[in-house]
């Protein structure tokens, strides 16, 4: 069976046909395809009869089958592929016996080599043509062609999909023989290697191949790849391989790190990984910047691998290194998560050896320097990373407070997506802390500074008792340099000045005792000369005995040595020495336990000390956290509602500022947001511990009152808003609601606040379920408007306020004409009502005034005839105060109380105008909102009643011609009819308050003299509580009619400005406020009166008008100019509460389309005047926050071009500052840059100032290092040179100027006082003149231009440059001859108004 040719596997196909030299074989004919089926039946024929070796004689149609594979159907296809299959695993199970065959022919092992080649070419081929086929038609399946097509692409790609796993296999059997017998024992060639697993790396080019369903076929393409690298020393050959799809195919990374995981967990190739790591360490970092692509392959395979297999990750973790410094973020990532892996999985625990120890806080540093990268990206990720290994509990405690304070640093990120994660894992720390459950900064210091104090006295202890236990022998030989250093000096000539005052004392023992005294006092010259003497005097004694030596020095230290270790032991000099040692030896057992001791103090001391830091850390981070609940980032409001749910598990007392901080959210407009807070709150409070129902319930009670402590209003309503949707979901357990009726009626036992907090709560729920309070009316009435009431009047507020959820919305749905809930007049409710509010009129106290508020507005809500009710109340209690009256003064008649001749007691005339003022602002309410809504309802009722017996009617009689429709009909089509019904019925409830309210004949103009005459005397009647009821009663009175507040108006803003009571100052605003909603016109003349309150020297009242005025701005109840820049200084109070106030409306103000930046001109304007703006500083302060809203580009170039033309009409240096300062906070783009050329004629003789030509420079600095186009760059660099050139010119001119000794540099011109400073105090006294009524501004423009001769020149203004002037306003361009011409530094006088 000799072979007279060899197969040479072919770089590519078409070799095959060319003659490659002698001996090779060459494909003879290449069939055409309509051939192929015959002669695939006469391979299948000949493999029948001769086995394997029939692809011999048959090679060449199966490699016209491949030739030709597109054109061939797909059954020919199938049926080839099948046959191969059969033939290989035929050849496949034969080669074993052949291979052992020792007695193999040259010409068989030729031919069967031969076959096995031809075979495996035929067979991969094949597979290479179906994958490459079921890719393509991969990305057909998305083409919408024939239905048919598609299916029949499915169902062929389908059936290879099934197919492929099983041939893999076989080829994987096929690896596994000792094919090397077949090349006589040498290497097998690498070209067949190639072939084989060629076909994997094929089938792996497929972008499916990750897919779940695949998984059998990346296993089998793995066992393949770790045959060939096994058996066939494909390393090198895989390692490039690897490395080249990863770069070209980002889905391989994962497959490709799953399989060399597999290979070395089963088949033990550890050397793999370290050569692709090494191959992967090697590429140039600037390459890797420039390949996207590849540069994901690589980070996902690194990522991946590190994850599998960490611990040879570790091993050649410094190839990799050199990246971190690269451009690439995402091989920085993917680095950086490799080391969070191995800390996590290898480098974890307390038993680590000393250079594992080492690379740990070697990786941790690395992983907290980049917590600092250049890159948002990275720096969030390694904080995800951090995250991951805090929770992971891998953070050694050493590193744990550096790694916080790095978090907390990163609060302040500028990149939403690090704040994001820095609040995650500063959540993470707080959840695996290894310190406390409870982390209060005030519990923790106490323990502290009591164990510290207790180390300190452990420590002085120890060395107290450590003393004796060193030996005189050792403390002699510390002492010896000193002790022979003074000895040498007794032989050397006195200095003048010392004297020997010492002298030997009778006894040896005394002169022994003596001279150690002074070797303990550390007197070593004295204790030597001493002994020298000594030695003299008792020579042959001990211990002074002993020959005298030439060298005395020596003989004196000797001395010395005896004396001072033989006395150290003891106190008693005379104990033996031999009892030193076995004293030290009994000594030594007894300490090891006090060192012991020591070191778990110390151990104690530190762990509290980290504990405290790290609370401190944690109350850091709170603070900051807390502010970002408002950020416009749903992602960062989310992670910091759950952040300070995280806290609050572990008791830090800040943590309940933030669940408060929090409460507002729930009227977020944004879903997630208010998920995220309900959430919070039924993670805090609808999961309490508690073994029982009554326990939980009790839990549950008891942690929603403290948060209603001290809570404000807009606290507890936003807490009604969340209780009443728990409610609304049956959230809350009818066993909480049962404690709380409990604890209302006292069946429970509990304080005051609990009771109160109780109905609180109660009231909550019931707007969530009426029937709730419904339920039980009686029993909040017997029990909470009982007699007792007087004790505790806030309770008896709460219940009003609670009973009030049964009112029905006076605005009901549509299609809903229900009648409203309402109790008869008669009802006990009302009876206790009235009687509890006549018996507390007469008694002081602080609570009665809300509690009576409370029950007027209850009664206006609920009963029918409420105004005959509170007429009832109004009586009784104006007759008790004449009582009062009469008792002071009995020779008083009734028709004298309002003229001043006798006085009530302060807090009964309080009480009086209070309730008058309550009554009369409830009806107002009442027939604006009550009435009117009754009215409509029955009028829709009517209507609808007509439209039903209409149709009725037209249903029994015929149809009329529709030529006989009238008028009426096409006004009801056209709406027209409940329009002005609707109108009708406004201006018949206006005319009952104009007319009717305030006439001689009803009630409220009997109390109006006594309110105008409180307000009127604020000396006669000078208590504050008083006059703050009087203010407010009469701004409620003025709601009822246009008339009456006409003619008061003048009063209530003279009482605004003029009053000493910050009270009264606050109240008139709120009254201001409503009536500029109520009456606009009649208000709108006195807005400046308003404003001027945003600058009035008590805080409360400045945050009064600021809220006030927001209000107003934002529903655009008043006209936004100029005035507005009293708003932005606000930004600037000291008060939190008062800038916060400000950032609000700001904030609101930028949702309302271009507002902030038509504003803008006219506050600069305002606030860079020197004489009425604001400090420089604080100017910058208020633009920074500003121009934070100048988002658009549009925007930004006009403003650009503004800022420029008003360094034209600029008079003052500072206003060029500030005008310069506020173009270094535009988000310039390069049209921006362009608009600043074109004006550049606008500042360049500006430019001689520093600070604005600095200013210049720091706009064109942000331009250069961001790089950008060439052209861009051109501009730049011009740009420079013409704004050096004009600086220096200006430089020249002034030094010029001055040198020459002529003309002085002019000053800048100072402007004349303005009649209103902007920013003066509050006066105490103004001119009457001052709060004369405005006239309508269309007289006042008359009587001005009448009076005014019309001007000379245009003089400058700063109006808005969005608003238009009126006629008589002037304008503020420049005219020809006003421009300036020269750059020399001028200044330009202000020019003034003609009177």
Same mark, same amino acid.
């Given at each position: ?27 003879? !004919? ?114 919408? &062609? ?24 076989? /080829? ?44 059998? =076929? ?76 590849? #540069? ?259 003989? #004196? ?46 151990? /104690? ?17 709170? %603070? ?162 009982? !007699? ?183 006004? !009801? ?10 109108? =009708? ?49 009469? &701004? ?5 009619? %246009? ?31 409503? /009536? ?33 005025? =927001? ?225 309508? +501004? ?49 200044? +330009?006088?202000?020019?003034? +108004?003609?009177?």
């Amino acid at each position: 069976m000799a072979a007279a040719w060899e197969f040479h596997l072919p770089l590519s196909p078409a070799d095959l046909l060319r003659d490659g030299g002698p001996g090779r074989y060459v494909v003879q !004919e290449v069939l055409p395809a309509r051939e192929l089926p015959p002669a695939l039946t006469a391979f299948r024929a000949a493999f029948r009869a001769r086995g394997a070796l029939a692809v011999l004689q048959h090679f060449d149609p199966l490699y016209s089958l491949l030739h030709h594979f597109r054109a061939v159907g797909t059954d020919v296809k199938e049926d080839a592929l099948e046959l191969m299959r059969h033939v290989v695993s035929h050849h496949s199970n034969e080669l074993p016996a052949i291979l052992g065959d020792s007695g193999l022919s040259h010409a068989d092992r030729a031919a069967h080599l031969n076959a096995l080649k031809m075979n495996c070419y035929l067979l991969t081929g094949l597979m290479d043509a179906f994958e490459m086929e079921t890719c393509k038609s991969g990305l057909l399946e998305v083409d919408p &062609g024939g239905k048919n097509k598609k299916n029949r692409t499915k169902i062929s790609g389908s059936l290879w999909e099934e197919e492929r796993e099983p041939l893999l296999r076989l /080829l994987t059997q096929l690896l596994q023989l000792d094919l090397r017998q077949l090349w006589s024992g040498l290497v097998v060639e690498e070209e067949f290697v190639s072939l084989m697993t060629g076909s994997c790396y094929r089938i792996l080019e497929n972008a499916s191949i990750g897919l779940q369903k695949y998984r059998a =076929t990346r296993e089998a393409v793995t066992h393949l790849l770790a045959a060939a690298l096994i058996h066939y020393d494909h390393m090198f050959s895989a390692t490039l391989k690897i490395t080249q799809m990863l770069q070209h195919f980002e889905h391989v990374a994962p497959v490709f790190a799953q399989a060399v995981s597999l290979w070395v967990t089963e088949y033990g190739l550890k050397s793999l990984v370290g050569e692709l790591l090494r191959e992967i360490g090697q590429k140039c970092p600037r390459d890797l910047a420039r390949d996207a692509s590849g #540069i994901k392959g690589y980070a996902t395979f690194i990522t991946e691998l590190a994850e599998q297999i960490p611990a040879l990750v570790l091993s050649n973790m410094s190839v990799l290194l050199h990246h971190l410094d690269g451009e690439s973020y995402t091989m920085r990532n993917a680095i950086l998560a490799a080391m969070a892996e191995v800390l996590v999985k290898v480098l974890n625990g307390d038993k680590l050896e000393e250079a594992a120890r080492g690379t740990r806080d070697q990786f941790l540093n690395m992983l907290q320097a980049h917590i600092c990268d250049i890159n948002g990206f990275v720096r969030s990720r390694v904080l995800q990373l951090f995250t991951r290994i805090v929770q992971c509990r891998a953070l050694p405690l050493t590193q744990f407070q550096s790694v916080v304070s790095l978090a907390v640093g990163r609060l302040q990120d500028k990149s939403v997506v690090v704040v994001k994660n820095a609040i995650q894992l500063l959540a993470a720390f707080l959840s695996n802390n290894p310190f406390s459950c409870k982390l209060s900064c005030t519990d923790l210091a106490e323990p502290l500074k009591k164990e510290v104090q207790k180390l300190q006295e452990m420590r002085d202890r120890g060395r107290s008792t450590a003393a004796p236990t060193i030996s005189p022998e050792e403390e002699w030989e510390a002492m010896l340099p000193e002790v022979r250093a003074a000895t040498q000096q007794l032989f050397q000539p006195l200095q003048e000045g010392e004297e020997e005052v010492l002298e030997v004392e009778e006894t040896v023992e005394s002169t022994s005792e003596q001279i150690v005294g002074l070797l303990r006092k550390l007197n070593y010259k004295s204790a030597a000369h001493l002994t020298q003497k000594a030695l003299c005097r008792f020579q042959g004694k001990e211990p002074f005995s002993g020959p005298m030596e030439e060298n005395k020095e020596e003989t #004196i230290l000797g001395v010395l040595k005896r004396l001072y270790t033989g006395s150290c032991p003891g106190e008693n000099s005379e104990d033996p020495p031999s009892g030193n040692s076995s004293l030290k030896t009994e000594e030594v057992v007894p300490e090891e336990q006090p060192q012991t001791e020591l070191a778990k103090q110390e151990m /104690l001391v530190q762990y509290l000390q980290d504990a405290y830091n790290f609370a401190v850390k944690i109350t850091e981070a709170m %603070s900051l956290i807390s502010k970002m609940m408002y950020e416009n980032c749903v992602s960062v409001v989310q992670e910091a509602i759950e952040f300070f749910v995280t806290v609050s598990r572990f008791g830090v007392p800040q943590a309940l500022h933030g669940v408060r901080r929090m409460l507002p959210l729930i009227w977020s407009k944004e879903p997630g947001i208010k998920e995220a807070v309900l959430n919070a709150y039924r993670q805090l409070y609808l999961s309490p511990s508690g073994d029982s129902e009554r326990a939980r319930a009790q839990g549950l009670v008891h942690s929603l009152s403290l948060i209603m402590v001290d809570a404000s209003l807009g606290m507890i309503k936003c807490l009604e808003e969340i209780i009443s949707e728990f409610v609304q979901k049956n959230e809350i357990k009818p066993a909480v609601i049962q404690l709380l009726w409990e604890q209302f009626t006292e069946k429970s036992p509990c304080s005051k606040l609990e009771r109160r907090a109780a109905v609180m709560l109660l009231g909550m729920m019931a707007r969530g379920k009426p029937e709730i309070i419904g339920s039980n009316l009686d029993v909040l009435v017997t029990v909470g408007l009982s !007699e007792k009431v007087c004790e505790d009047y806030r309770l008896a507020q709460e219940v009003c306020n609670a009973i009030s959820k049964l009112a029905t919305n006076p605005k009901p749905a549509l299609g809903k004409n229900k009648a409203p809930f309402r109790l008869p007049q008669n009802h006990v409710l009302f009876e206790c009502l009235c009687e509890t509010v006549s018996k507390g009129f007469a008694q002081p106290s602080g609570y009665w005034i809300p509690f009576m508020e409370a029950a007027v507005t209850l009664i206006y809500q609920l009963a029918e005839g409420a105004e005959e009710i509170c007429a009832h109340i109004l009586r009784v209690c104006s007759q008790q105060a004449l009582e009062k009256l009469q008792e002071a003064d009995p020779g008083v008649s009734p028709s004298r109380v309002s003229d001043g001749a006798s006085s009530l007691p302060t807090f009964l005339l309080m009480h009086l105008v209070s309730l008058v003022g309550q009554v009369a602002l409830q009806q107002v309410a009442y027939l604006e909102v009550s009435v009117s809504a009754e009215l409509r309802r029955r009028r829709i009722l009517r209507e609808e009643e007509k439209m039903t017996k209409k149709l009725s009617d037209s249903s029994t009689k015929k149809q009329r011609p529709r030529s006989t429709g009238n008028e009426t009909t096409m006004e !009801e089509e056209l709406g027209l009819v409940g329009a002005s019904a609707d109108d =009708t019925e406004a201006e018949l409830i206006r005319s009952i308050c104009e007319t009717e309210l305030l006439d001689g004949k009803h009630l409220f103009s009997a109390f109006v003299p006594l309110v105008l005459k409180v307000c009127n005397n604020p000396g006669l009647y000078s208590d504050s509580a008083l006059s703050a009821a009087a203010a407010l009663t009469l &701004g409620k009175i003025c709601m009822i009619s %246009s008339e009456f507040c006409d003619s008061h108006l003048r009063l209530l803003f003279t009482m605004m400005e003029k009053s000493t009571l910050p009270g009264v100052r606050s109240n008139l605003i709120i009254a201001a406020g409503d /009536l500029a909603i109520r009456f606009p016109n009649l208000v709108e003349p006195w807005t400046s009166h308003l404003y001027a309150r945003l600058r009035d020297p008590c805080p409360s009242v400045r945050q009064t008008a600021g809220l006030v005025m =927001t209000h107003l701005i934002l529903k655009d109840m008043v006209k936004v100019k100029g005035q507005v820049s009293e708003m932005a200084t606000l930004l600037i109070d000291p008060e939190e509460a008062i800038k916060g106030v400000a950032e609000n409306f700001f904030s609101e103000l930028s949702n309302k389309g271009n507002a902030i930046y038509n504003l803008l001109p006219d506050i600069i304007s305002r606030l860079s005047d020197p004489n009425c703006g604001v400090e420089e500083e604080s100017f910058h302060t208020i633009m920074r926050h500003l121009f934070s809203y100048i988002t658009k580009d549009k925007q930004t170039e006009s403003l650009v071009e503004k800022l420029c033309q008003r360094f034209r009409t600029a008079r003052t240096e500072r206003q060029y500052r500030d005008l310069s300062h506020c173009l270094t906070l535009l988000p310039l783009s390069e049209r921006g840059l362009h608009k600043l050329q074109d004006n550049f004629d606008c500042f360049a003789d500006k430019l001689q100032d520093p600070a604005v030509y600095s200013c210049f420079q720091t706009v064109l600095a942000r331009f250069r290092r961001a790089g950008g186009k060439p052209e861009t760059k051109a501009l730049v660099e011009e740009l420079e040179q013409k704004l050096s050139a004009s600086h220096n010119r200006g430089l020249d001119s002034a030094e010029t100027c001055q040198e020459g000794g002529g003309t002085p540099m002019p000053e800048p011109a100072k402007r004349k006082p303005t009649r209103s400073s902007h920013r003066q105090p509050l006066r105490t006294a103004n001119k009457d003149e001052d709060f004369v009524t405005p006239q309508p +501004r269309s007289v006042r423009n008359h009587k001005r231009a009448q009076k005014r001769p019309p001007p000379k020149k245009a003089v400058i203004t700063f109006s808005s440059d969005e608003e238009n002037s009126s006629e008589d306003e002037l304008s503020a361009e420049l005219k020809d001859e006003e421009t300036p011409t020269k750059t020399t530094p001028i200044t +330009r006088s202000s020019a003034h +108004r003609l009177r």
